[in-house]
């Protein structure tokens, strides 16, 4: 009965490499949402995604970063050329609702 | 814009104390919940709490979402509640993902 699982939980790109980050949600769940964590603040919603859909990408950042949920496997959260800034916890969550957060991936960029 | 606001930014605690934190939000919100994100990272969901109050061990939360408000109250306070406690709900104007307010750090002095 395995919960949303992330890997990696620790991940460490110098500037300008790409980070891959992966979610699983729980089993029976067809949605990922994903939530970006700065230091010492809240976390932020970026996208919301349906198996091979994206339904809402309004917390994205423009560029660099994009998301993909494939009828087979995890969803990715892909961040071309890291910078400092993209430092952050990334969580994912498998419902809207009442439950259901990863443990996240913490991005180190250096 | 839409916003969800928490209070008190940080509380220090000695053991043994009881305390309130309050979420406020500027539009009505669906599916209130608290979390508690442990000195570790992890996000620990605390209640679903879309209205009325619930209680689990020495933490309870009331809701009254007609005045768009939840406390959150943590009696007999242990050093293990140290943390920061986010509140986040749906409001229905950003869509179908939850918007989380910055959090109250908690540090709880033994």
């Known amino acids: 009965n395995a919960g949303v699982m992330q890997n990696p939980r620790h991940l460490v790109r110098r500037r300008g490499q790409e980070a891959r980050l992966r979610c699983s949600p729980m089993?029976?769940?067809?949605?990922v949402y994903w939530y970006r964590q700065l230091p010492e603040e809240g976390l932020k919603f970026m996208v919301y995604?349906?198996?091979?859909?994206?339904?809402?990408e309004s917390g994205m950042p423009k560029e660099r970063f994009s998301a993909e949920f494939p009828k087979e496997g995890p969803s990715i959260l892909r961040i071309q050329q890291v910078v400092r800034g993209d430092s952050a916890a990334y969580f994912c969550?498998?419902?809207?609702?009442?439950?259901?957060f990863g443990p996240g991936t913490r991005l180190t960029v250096t | 814009g839409i916003q969800v606001e928490q209070s008190p930014p940080d509380l220090i605690l000695q053991e043994g104390a009881n305390s309130t934190l309050r979420c406020n939000f500027s539009?009505?919100?669906?599916?209130l919940q608290w979390f508690h994100q442990n000195p570790w990272g992890q996000l620990i969901n605390l209640f679903y709490?879309?209205?009325g109050t619930k209680q689990n061990g020495r933490l309870s939360a009331t809701t009254v979402a007609t005045e768009r408000y939840s406390l959150l109250y943590i009696s007999s306070s242990q050093t293990t509640d140290s943390g920061v406690y986010f509140c986040?709900?749906?409001?229905?104007?950003?869509?179908?993902?939850?918007?989380f307010g910055g959090g109250t750090r908690v540090l709880v002095k033994p």
């Open positions: 969550a498998s419902s809207p609702g009442d439950c259901c």
């Open positions: 089993k029976g769940h067809s949605h």
């Open positions: 995604l349906q198996k091979e859909n994206i339904i809402d």
């Open positions: 539009d009505s919100v669906n599916n």
């Open positions: 709490i879309p209205s």
């Open positions: 986040a709900g749906i409001i229905k104007a950003a869509g179908n993902k939850l918007t």
